[in-house]
């Protein structure tokens, strides 16, 4: 049944499920584990992040695709959202309808997008993915009239899914009943099942042939597969998710705006995290996003602290600016390319 | 049993069409300019527009040659080379401030020289960084292209954090040396000064460049290199050598643009080698990964289409381009002058 679940796709180590389990259960009862605004505004994160990282590794890891959009298909997602519950009012159809209106548009984009750069060659991918990621976001930004250009979009959701609503007087171990609970679980359980749905594709025949055309796309064409179109799809399916992602986003800020979810400092958040988790594994970004979130959320703290007290130190206290935390993600980010490809799932597997 | 026919062998020439099929591209920047003229419509700004479409075209060229031909070269491609953009431009920027004495008399010399020792400055200091970027960040990745693209990725974050290090988190702005102020005007339209003196610089690499390729012997290597690599390491020559000599020319011609960019500018941000990357990455994909004349012609009709729609419709300038590669995608998908390569 469990191994069911997951696909056949077992972790393989003992140390790895034990931290998969801590994760699961961490995010699972986080409002009752951790109490707090802050604390449960970081498992959301963590929940759409490893939907989206999840998501990117179909095309980076399994596929050996990259791709530098991906934050345009979250964005997308979480635009649908944003745009249909101004323009329906608040309500689960206006999430349904932009959540599923994003999830297309992003597919046909990718698709296009594909059908442009795939069919001639990998790298031209990167390229044109990059230069299409801009020109969207630099669109966004610039049709106010519709996207609120750089102030982004305010927008109500359902009632039911507000703090201000309270399914049940009182409260159970301290968590008060309302709203922003159901939201959470909405989140965590959509993630869930996203993330099992990639396990699935992932382990499918369809899987095997993306890791066959990463391994060696001309003998995997002789085989007979149509690389061109395994490719394609792989990259509609993981845009598709994206966007699913950037709508649970949505539904979770009740706001969007280009810096949250088009950015490009998102695309290399979601790098490092599916390098650091490791390339070519579904947990890989279950381990990868936690640890960047967390890190992110409390390492900055921690910079600051250290560049006071070397303030002394000419240099060394600009180098451990929190507004440099980039710089230490750009050095550990080559180092892992470089050392451990396999990223922390690698290490715990033993392959590496 | 039938007869084999005769062996009749003769020699045909390629009909004209087909001779001049691989430099139809050429007439691509015309019909841009005259499309341009029609939509338009306003001759004196049409004019400008179409010097300052020229001129960003030219700067554009000078940071993308570098590029192609290391890709052309040794199947590598940097993301990173945006870095090299935006260091060379912090480096002219910090010797132009110290020669401020120079920059600010009335003198065309004196500022020629200014810029020049600037431009020699960030040069030089690209050139260097391009030699280390190559060592550290490229060797360890050849072959692999996937890891390229990460790794040089990553090598652009670390670059663009550093230069926050260095000079600090704030965009520097920065004024052009007094000559170089100010317009000329031709025609009823105004065509800034820097503009022209871009367009000229451009223009002399282009031939320079092209005078190197096509009639010198390293010329030559490298120009067999990109054909068939494997051939010219048989015949005795260390390509791994002229590989390095390119990448390290590359990054001096990026550090080179990122001053002349940052000059036409007036600002300098440590991203701005990232965002002109992506300008610069369009041009090579419709050049032709590997071709300098593609990615002169391609350079100068994104600058040029980059200026006409900022002026028609400002909103859709980059969109425009996006368009424009995908058409020429579709016309060749290859890019507009394919390189041969005999593999």
Redesign the interface.
């Known amino acids: 049944m469990l191994v069911n679940l997951l696909s056949g796709d077992r972790p393989r180590s003992r140390m790895l499920t034990l931290v998969l389990v801590a994760i699961l259960v961490g995010l699972a009862f986080a409002p009752f584990l951790f109490p707090g605004t802050r604390s449960l505004e970081t498992a959301a994160r963590i929940c759409i992040f490893i939907v989206l990282v999840a998501s990117y590794d179909l095309m980076l890891g399994y596929s050996g695709i990259v791709s530098f959009a991906h934050t345009m298909f979250f964005g997308i997602g979480a635009y649908g959202v944003a745009l249909a519950s101004t323009h329906m009012g608040r309500g689960f159809d206006a999430l349904l309808t932009g959540t599923v209106a994003g999830a297309l548009v992003a597919a046909l984009l990718a698709l296009i997008i594909g059908l442009f750069s795939l069919r001639v060659r990998a790298i031209f991918f990167a390229m044109i993915t990059l230069a299409v990621a801009s020109a969207v976001a630099v669109l966004v930004s610039q049709l106010s009239g519709l996207t609120g250009g750089e102030d982004g979009l305010n927008y109500r959701i359902p009632r039911a899914l507000t703090p201000a609503f309270k399914f049940a007087d009182g409260s159970f171990l301290g968590v008060r009943m309302n709203g922003k609970l159901l939201n959470y679980y909405l989140i965590f359980i959509a993630s869930f099942v996203l993330f099992l749905l990639l396990l699935r594709i992932v382990n499918s025949p369809f899987g095997r042939v993306l890791q066959a055309i990463r391994e060696n796309d001309f003998r995997a064409e002789s085989i007979g597969y149509r690389v061109v179109l395994y490719r394609t799809v792989a990259t509609c399916i993981s845009a598709a998710v994206a966007a699913i992602a950037g709508s649970l986003f949505a539904i979770w800020l009740r706001y969007v705006g280009p810096d949250t979810t088009l950015s490009f400092e998102i695309m290399i958040d979601i790098l490092l995290m599916v390098v650091i988790g490791g390339m070519g594994t579904m947990y890989g970004a279950v381990i990868g996003a936690t640890l960047f979130v967390i890190a992110q959320n409390y390492l900055q703290n921690l910079m600051g602290v250290a560049a006071e007290t070397v303030s002394a130190v000419p240099l060394l206290p600009d180098l451990l600016n929190p507004d440099r935390w980039l710089l230490w993600l750009g050095v550990l980010f080559v180092l892992s390319v470089y050392f451990f490809p396999s990223g922390v799932v690698g290490r715990l597997r033993g392959t590496s | 049993m039938s007869i084999a026919p005769e062996h009749v062998p003769k020699m045909e020439t390629a009909s004209l069409g087909e001779r001049l099929a691989p430099h139809a591209p050429l007439l691509l920047v015309p019909v841009l300019m005259i499309l341009g003229f029609l939509s338009i419509t306003n001759t004196s700004s049409w004019l400008t527009l179409t010097v300052s479409g020229l001129a960003m075209g030219m700067m554009i060229f000078i940071m993308a040659s570098g590029l192609t031909l290391v890709f052309g070269l040794m199947d590598v ?1 940097n ?1 990173g080379h945006g870095a090299f953009v935006s260091v060379g431009a912090f480096i002219g920027v910090t010797i132009l401030f110290a020669l401020g004495g120079m920059t600010e008399q009335p003198s065309i010399l004196l500022n020629l020289l200014a810029v020049l020792v600037a431009v020699t400055g960030a040069m030089a200091g690209t050139a260097i960084m391009g030699w280390a970027f190559e060592r550290v ?1 490229v060797k ?2 050849y072959g692999a ?3 390229q ?3 040089t ?3 652009l ?2 670059v ?3 230069i ?2 260095v000079w600090g ?1 704030d965009e520097i702005f920065l004024t052009r040396p007094e000559t170089l102020k100010g317009a000329v005007t031709f025609a009823g339209a105004a065509i800034e000064k820097y503009r022209l003196l871009a367009v000229a610089i451009g223009l002399v690499l282009f031939l320079v460049m092209r005078w190197t390729l096509k009639s010198t012997k390293i010329g030559l290597i490298v120009r067999a290199g990109v054909e068939n690599g494997e051939m010219v390491e048989a015949l005795g020559y260390r390509l791994r050598l002229v590989f390095i000599a390119v990448f390290v020319a590359g990054s001096a011609l990026a550090g080179l643009g990122g001053v002349m960019w940052g000059l036409y500018q007036e600002v300098v941000t440590a991203h701005m080698g ?2 002109i ?2 300008l610069v ?2 041009v ?2 419709i050049g032709g ?1 590997g071709s300098v004349e593609g990615c002169f012609i391609g350079a100068l009709l994104v600058g040029l289409m980059q200026n006409y729609t900022a002026f028609l419709e ?3 300038a ?2 425009s ?2 368009g424009l ?2 058409a020429i ?1 579709m016309w060749r ?2 890019g507009m002058m394919p390189v041969v390569k005999a593999k």
Do not use: A, S
Request: aromatic share 4%; net charge positive.
């Open positions: 491609i993301f960040i360890p990745v292209h996937l890891k693209i990460l790794v990725m990553g090598g974050i670390i663009e954090q550093l926050h290090v988190p990232q965002q990357m992506i990455f369009i090579v994909i990964l400002p909103k859709l980059l969109v381009n996006i590669m995908v995608l998908p290859q």
